[in-house]
């Protein structure tokens, strides 16, 4: 039997009774990292069983082996470093294989951050999207971001600290600036913190205050235009007016009118460029 493991995002004291049960009983445990998850088990008390190292540039081969194991009748335990397992997470590639496989598993739930950060946001949870971590490849990364401006419920992002910067400029080209957001940080631990600004003024807080620890970001989605509202030449001049006059750039200018109006995005940037020349 495979069982999925959740473990603490950030406080020890949210390892569960059955995860702890589970984790001292299998015959092997799967995980990320042996050295954290062997800090875990023996925290909690645990004699640590046999660890495989299962991360997502040996997930082939390692998968292949943890098959193998469960066919011959071994109880595993899979772990990630932090929350629940296949939650981005090469994990899910194993839930796959498993049922290709014919191989029995289930779960034993714990601590999400995504979940998390959603409840303590503010924002609403009735519905949310979940997006994770965005692509680095740039082409694929945009092909993101410009999918984010479609969705019409909460959305769930997750950033480290050195690239949060680089998503809120994203997020102010994409027209977010003036949607609320939630940025949490340290969920579960001593200096857990909710920093609860609009995108464009998150701008210029973390360039003040340096973001520190992997940020949850969860972000309001982008107020949808009414089909029925045609926006004149004349409102559009006026908005690229009191837009500069806020310090906006023309590029971000013409990217918010954009995703707000539904207009080309390349119109509205040659428009801004000849009245503000």
């Known amino acids: 039997m495979l069982y999925l493991v959740g473990t603490p995002i950030g406080n020890m004291g949210d390892l569960s009774p059955r995860a702890s049960e589970i984790l001292g009983s299998v015959d092997a445990v799967a995980c990320e990292d042996t050295r954290r998850t062997g800090l875990l088990l023996s925290n909690a008390g645990i004699k640590a069983p046999k660890l495989i190292s299962y991360y997502e540039q040996n997930k082939a081969a390692k998968g292949r082996l943890i098959a193998n194991m469960l066919k011959e009748g071994a109880d595993i335990a899979l772990v990630s470093d932090a929350g ?80 949060l910067q680089k998503l809120i400029d994203e997020l102010i080209s994409k027209g977010f600036g003036e949607c609320r957001a939630a940025f949490c940080r340290e969920l579960t631990k001593k200096y857990e913190q909710v920093i609860r600004l609009k995108v464009g003024e998150a701008k210029e807080y973390f360039e003040n205050t340096p973001p520190k620890g992997e940020f949850v970001v969860c972000l309001e989605p982008l107020e949808k235009k009414d089909p029925g509202q045609e926006i004149t030449e004349e409102q559009i001049e006026e908005q690229i007016l009191r837009m500069s006059r806020e310090g906006m750039s023309t590029k971000d200018i013409a990217a918010k009118l954009s995703a707000e109006t539904g207009r080309n995005k390349k119109e509205i940037y040659q428009t801004a460029l000849n009245l503000l020349k």
């Not at 979940?115 to 979940?130: C, D, Q």
């Open 84 to 163: 629940m397992p296949s939650i981005s997470d090469p994990g899910e590639d194993l839930v796959k294989l498993c049922i290709e496989e014919d191989l029995e598993f289930t779960t034993v739930p714990g601590p999400v951050a995504a979940i998390t950060a959603l409840v303590m946001s503010g924002l609403s949870t009735r519905t949310y999207h979940y997006e994770g971590f965005l692509p680095q490849e740039p082409k694929l990364r945009r092909k993101r971001l410009e999918a984010l401006t479609a969705i019409d419920e909460t959305i769930i992002i997750y950033e480290a600290p050195h690239r």
